[in-house]
């Protein structure tokens, strides 16, 4: 057993790089025992061999023949066979389940003979020529591109007839007859499978979910069962718990007399689960008996598709299924609950996007008016949009639009990722619209049936509602209201604000196990970026454990920027040392509140750092300005004076200019104040009993005499104040020089935080302020990079920057503190990689400090 075939009976769940994940979860059900149709998958090898020569694989026919053969002897059936023919169908089935991306092609093996002959085993003709007419539709869409619609023309009732007409189409469209010989047709639909692998659609939905490009999929080849031969056979799909609750018990839908298809695109309406106890209690209850055996297999919610065929169970597929965030915490709690895995397999099966999706904002449903209607509520959240009807018109849309579709289907995968949310008017939670949507934590609303959707408008009862009309649809209960609804925060973020308690709620509780947890295991701190004693509260309530980034520029913004004005105007040591003195109290004042807010735990003050000019007028502002008065003959006054400072300062590169500690050696007595402020501060807070433990951080130097200067005015300014508590004296690391020569910088530095946003913007020569709009976008379709390195740290560059910086401060300075303070301090990726760089802890928004700390503790797991 090797090559490129393996048979259900000889792979494995664990064998999904090779047999995707579909094929190693049939291997699984097979090897379990359980009822899965006899047949083989042909690996992910094969197909990266087909799409790197645009040929099957040699070898690869033969070893299809060798397994096609046992099959038949299982079934004791012939391929094809004129009289009682075994059909095949041919499924995709990537490592990472890309829903309806990728090409299924059914009944494979009728032909103009054996289509006579399925009808007269089945005793069902219209069943017989169905099929076939279904086959020669896949065949001709993925094999021969024949377009979707050249067939949806065809109204024909009876299906001979359609056959007919269809085998026409197929040869306009082709220049060929429809091929009749039964091992074409499956080496035809094999090649299309692996093709689809670089199908548009299928290319974006990887780029949008991350999935690599060069994996290749696997195809399925399986004997195949009939759910539309009459009253006792359907097709049905079910999941081991609610995937949008995570509520247990089985929940699913089942459609009589019908193929898997038809439930997947939504098309008709389905009956729930339950009630095919009272159409067939002895599949029903096989049904749950394997799904109990699957989720012990699994340890984890699954998903199933299956089949009953005349009153015969089969089970078609399996997984471990997706469901929304609140799910994915429920059931991870509900598992420990129950044995099944324990807290740190529980940390692994949540994520920090996941927890950020439950911290969006919901409905104020008190400002709510009367729905319009409600339909199946299929991935949560709440969206206000204008409406559109297609995916073009969503993907072009320059504002907020709701997407409006009877169905969806992959082509409205643009649309989709486009839109705020999605709303159709059939289909339940398993159709199309909702699996995607719940894949991408996007709201959606599935099969509100009361909608009636017309070329420009949509109508429910009476009321109408045209493209462009705003509405709210509400992803956790279905409802779709007119007009925009106003947004409250979730639950979530009131739990963590301590103003809702987790007692008698499943999703808070689940959180509330989890995050203990992770904090319990988590070897990075997190520290909030916060510079005002509100934000500070906030971070704190959040779980922060000290601010790690306190950006005292921001403290000189409003009221105050003429303060700094003057300090910049200053003419000499009286006017200037006149200006300091004036925002000394007020600094002071600041961090006062700051170290209330924070008692006990670090205040990392960051000593001023943007270039001077942003806090004086913008320079063609003030050039029109002072224009205008020459004009009038007037004298330009203040503004004159303004003008000629923005001058004498302006920058061709600010970022690259004066700022950072440049400022500290170049403007006299600006750091010395804001060190007196920090000292004053503290020493009031601990005369009044508090505990602070602010530490002075300096940004942007390059060179260790920067910071040795700076750090001598600093002991200098500390020890003229009386009753200071110790204060550490620590530097950034956001030059790429600084990194380099970690080693001498440490001597100096008692800490170091990473500004990973001007290290990346250095290390890459990216502009922080103009690359995302003007590049960015094209750079993420060429996968230069698979996301922008001012999101997610780009470990090969900036990382090793850290890793190099880390080490070599660290061999100076054995207790040097190490943490990182840019925005990738609160994206779950690069938590990871902080954590794989022995950093001890993470600043991030105070908004993303439990995203940080659940990320913390999974990274440690
Ligand atoms: C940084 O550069 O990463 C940083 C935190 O500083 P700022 O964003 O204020 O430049
Ligand atoms: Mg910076």
Redesign the pocket.
């Known amino acids: 057993m090797s090559g490129y075939v393996y048979d259900f009976t000889d792979g494995n769940k664990d064998l999904k790089d090779l047999l995707g994940g579909k094929g190693a979860n049939l291997a699984e059900m097979t090897r379990m025992g359980l009822p899965v149709p006899p047949g083989f998958t042909i690996t992910t090898e094969a197909c990266r061999a087909y799409l790197r020569t645009g040929d099957l694989p040699a070898g690869l026919l033969d070893e299809v023949e060798d397994h096609l053969r046992a099959v038949q002897l299982k079934l004791d059936k012939t391929f094809g066979d004129p009289n009682d023919p075994l059909l095949l169908s041919v499924r995709s089935g990537a490592k990472f389940s890309m829903p309806g991306m990728m090409e299924t092609i059914l009944d494979i093996g009728l032909n103009d003979q054996s289509v006579q002959g399925l009808a007269r085993q089945s005793g069902d003709e219209r069943f017989a020529w169905d099929s076939y007419r279904r086959l020669i539709q896949m065949l001709g869409r993925t094999v021969f591109d024949v377009p979707a619609e050249a067939f949806d023309t065809e109204t024909a009732e009876d299906p001979r007839e359609l056959v007919t007409a269809y085998q026409k189409i197929f040869e306009e469209h082709t220049g060929r007859a429809f091929p009749q010989a039964p091992h074409e047709q499956l080496f035809l639909a094999i090649g299309a499978v692996f093709r689809s692998w670089n199908a548009e659609r299928a290319v974006l939905y990887r780029r949008q979910e991350r999935i690599p490009q060069d994996l290749g999929t696997a195809v399925n080849v399986m004997a195949m069962v009939f759910g539309n031969r009459g009253e006792d056979s359907g097709t049905g799909v079910a999941f081991t718990r609610d995937p949008a609750t995570g509520r247990r018990g089985c929940y699913g839908d089942y459609l009589r007399d019908a193929q898997g298809e038809d439930v997947v695109a939504g098309i008709r309406n389905t009956l729930p689960l339950h009630e095919l106890a009272t159409v067939d209690p002895t599949s029903y209850a096989q049904l749950l008996s394997i799904m109990q055996r699957l989720e012990q297999r699994y340890r984890d919610l699954c998903d199933i598709e299956f089949t009953i065929e005349n009153g015969k169970l089969w089970m078609l597929q399996t997984r471990v299924g997706k469901r929304t965030a609140a799910a994915a915490f429920v059931i991870a709690a509900q598992l420990v609950e129950e044995g099944v895995i324990t807290l740190d397999e529980a940390l692994q099966r949540v994520t920090g996007e996941q927890l950020a999706q439950l911290m969006f904002p919901s409905f104020d449903e008190t400002a709510a008016p009367a729905p319009l209607t409600t339909g199946v509520p299929a991935s949560p959240g709440a969206a206000v949009g204008a409406v559109v009807f297609d995916s073009a018109a969503a993907a072009a849309a320059d504002q907020p639009v709701i997407l409006v579709r009877r169905e969806t289907n992959p082509d409205d995968l643009p649309g989709m990722i486009a839109a705020q949310g999605i709303l159709t008017a059939r289909g339940g939670k398993t159709s199309h619209a909702a699996v995607v949507a719940r894949g991408m934590g996007k709201t959606c609303v599935c099969g509100a049936e009361e909608i009636r959707i017309g070329a420009d408008s949509f109508t429910v009862g009476e009321h109408t509602v045209r493209a462009g009309e705003v509405i709210s649809i509400d992803g956790a209960n279905g409802r779709v209201y007119p007009g925009p609804v106003p947004v409250r925060p979730s639950k979530v973020v009131r739990f963590f604000e301590g103003e809702q308690g987790a007692e008698g709620d499943q999703l808070l509780s689940a959180i509330q196990r989890l995050m203990i947890h992770a904090d319990h295991v988590a070897q990075l701190g997190v520290h909030a970026n916060a510079d005002t004693g509100a934000d500070a509260v906030r971070a704190r309530r959040f779980g922060a454990t000290g601010i790690g980034?306190c950006?005292t520029e921001h403290m000189f913004l409003g009221d105050r920027r003429v303060l700094v004005e003057r300090l910049i105007l200053a003419e000499d040591d009286t006017e200037r040392e006149a200006a300091l003195a004036a925002l000394l109290p007020l600094q002071r004042a600041d961090f006062e509140e700051l170290f209330a807010a924070m008692d006990g735990l670090p205040v990392t003050i960051r000593l001023i750092?943007p270039p001077l000019h942003e806090f004086l007028p913008p320079l063609d502002e003030l050039t029109a300005r002072v224009a205008r008065a020459e004009a009038l003959s007037e004298d330009a006054g203040h503004a004159g004076v303004l003008l000629n400072a923005v001058r004498r300062m302006h920058e061709a590169n600010p970022m690259l200019g004066l700022r950072g500690v440049r400022l500290g050696l170049v403007v006299p007595g600006l750091f010395g104040m804001q060190v007196r402020a920090v000292a004053e501060a503290a020493a009031a807070r601990l005369a009044a009993g508090g505990d602070p433990q602010p530490e002075i951080m300096v940004p942007l130097v390059s060179a260790v005499p920067e910071l040795e200067i700076v750090r001598a005015e600093a002991e200098k300014v500390l020890a003229s104040v009386p009753g200071v508590p110790p204060i550490r004296i620590g530097t950034m690391i956001?030059v790429p020089r600084a990194a380099l020569t970690a080693g001498q910088i440490a001597t100096v530095a008692e800490f170091f935080s990473f500004?990973?946003?001007?290290?990346t913007q250095m290390t890459w020569a990216f502009s922080r302020d103009d690359v995302e709009g003007a590049f960015f976008g094209r750079y993420l379709e060429l996968g230069v990079f698979g996301a922008s390195p001012f999101e997610t740290i780009d470990r090969d560059g900036v990382g090793e920057l850290v890793r190099v910086a880390v080490e070599r401060g660290r061999a100076a300075r054995p207790d040097l503190t190490v943490g990182v303070?840019?925005e990738h301090g609160g994206d779950p990726a690069s938590v990871r990689f902080f954590h794989e760089a022995g950093l001890d802890y993470v600043s991030c928004s105070p908004f993303r400090v439990p995203i940080a700390r659940l990320e913390a503790g999974r990274a440690a797991v």
């Open positions: 980034l950006r750092d956001e500004g990973t946003n001007d290290l303070c840019g």
